[in-house]
């Protein structure tokens, strides 16, 4: 079965401060997809990144950093120089890529505070 | 940027009576999923279609709930007859053009059901 685990149920951080949220997921499909979200105050899903199984090149988008580790099923994801901003609710999603089972598995996602 | 857009943004109903959210998906989507978030709590499937059937469904998807794509456009889900356990932020999603089926996801901004 496929199953995603966010172990922080809630991070709060200063301003200016770098932070890790961690993902780690379970699945036997040998293709699958990892995703991210943000869920802010306002409720609605923001999609971050994608990120297939094969390529397990890290990704950075301005602030935002993301680390694929197949050998430890993990996709973490940093936030450099964190900003009020940033508070939100952040999710990590699994998508298998065999048998049409393009459903999303969410964690139950990582509350993040900035304190200003 | 197309969007996924979902009406209304808040449903209250009284227990017992039926409810339809509507979405209309991104215009040339073809998949499409719905998802529930119980306040609080990680984003759950529900159903996903293509094709005019129902590909997928989780054990949340009941016989009270329905799916259907009445033309071109809108893609609803209906309740039946709600329950108080039904109260949730329900979200739309759509994705995949072509043959690529595994694109991301584009969320709605979700409708918010409270049953009383």
């Known amino acids: 079965a496929q199953k995603v685990t966010q172990a922080q149920t809630e991070i709060s951080v200063v301003e200016k401060e770098d932070v890790t949220l961690d993902c780690v997921y379970e699945?036997?499909?040998?293709?699958?997809?990892l995703f991210w979200y943000k869920q802010p105050p306002s409720g609605e899903l923001v999609f971050l990144i994608r990120r297939n199984s094969f390529d397990e090149q890290n990704e950075i988008s301005g602030r935002y950093s993301w680390n694929f580790q197949k050998s430890t099923s993990s996709f973490n994801f940093t936030i450099t120089a964190s900003q009020v901003v940033d508070s939100a609710v952040y999710f990590c999603a699994l998508s298998g890529g065999t048998s049409g089972t393009y459903k999303y598995i969410f964690g139950t996602g990582t509350r993040l505070k900035v304190l200003a | 940027e197309p969007e996924v857009t979902q009406t209304p943004s808040h449903q209250v109903t009284q227990m017992g009576q039926e409810v339809i959210l509507r979405c209309v998906p991104i215009s040339n989507h073809l998949y499409f999923y719905w998802y529930r978030q119980i306040l609080g709590q990680k984003v759950e499937f529900l159903v996903s279609f293509y094709n005019n059937e129902i590909s997928e469904k989780s054990e949340i998807f009941d016989d009270q709930f329905s799916v259907e794509r009445p033309d071109g456009s809108n893609f609803t889900l209906k309740i039946r007859s709600t329950k108080l356990e039904d109260s949730a932020m329900y979200f739309c999603?759509?994705?995949?053009?072509?043959?690529?089926?595994?694109?991301?996801?584009?969320f709605g901004d979700g409708t918010r059901l409270s049953i009383l």
């Open positions: 999603a759509s994705s995949g053009t072509g043959t690529i089926s595994n694109q991301p996801q584009h």
């Open positions: 699945t036997r499909d040998t293709t699958y997809y």
